[in-house]
């Protein structure tokens, strides 16, 4: 019932920019935690970014290599999270995958998976 659709990926040259966004929909009551996964060719899926609603307050945490260029926001109103990936480099070419844990809605409380979306990042 809940699913999870990225956007916003595409070709940008090293040093540029790209938003990426990922709306849940379904008859969702809550979202625990949400983020972005990312995976290149040839390597293991790693986590980039993610944050967890408690309250007003959100907390925020970014893979080690990424900080200080990417920031995560969430919208929980319209249950869409968003990635903004500044200077962006070569090796954050990948397929980003959007991942939610603790989804509430109607049916139950699950995590679920986007199915992806490109960046590439070449000159």
């Known amino acids: 019932q809940v699913q999870l659709v990225e956007s916003g990926g595409g070709l940008v040259q090293p040093g540029g920019s790209l938003r990426l966004s990922c709306a849940a929909s379904?008859?969702?009551?809550?979202?625990?935690?949400i983020g972005w996964y990312r995976q290149a060719p040839g390597k293991q899926r790693e986590l980039v970014a993610a944050?967890?609603?408690?309250?007003?307050?959100?907390?925020?945490n970014y893979a080690d290599s990424v900080k200080g260029r990417f920031t995560i926001s969430r919208d929980n109103a319209k249950n869409t999270v968003y990635l903004q990936m500044n200077s962006l480099k070569p090796e954050d070419t990948a397929v980003y995958y959007c991942?939610?844990?603790?989804?509430?809605?109607?049916?139950?409380?699950?995590?679920?998976w986007g199915q992806g979306t490109r960046v590439t990042v070449s000159s």
């Open positions: 991942n939610a844990v603790g989804v509430v809605s109607t049916r139950g409380v699950y995590d679920y």
């Open positions: 379904g008859s969702i009551l809550s979202i625990n935690t």
């Open positions: 944050i967890t609603s408690l309250g007003s307050t959100n907390y925020a």
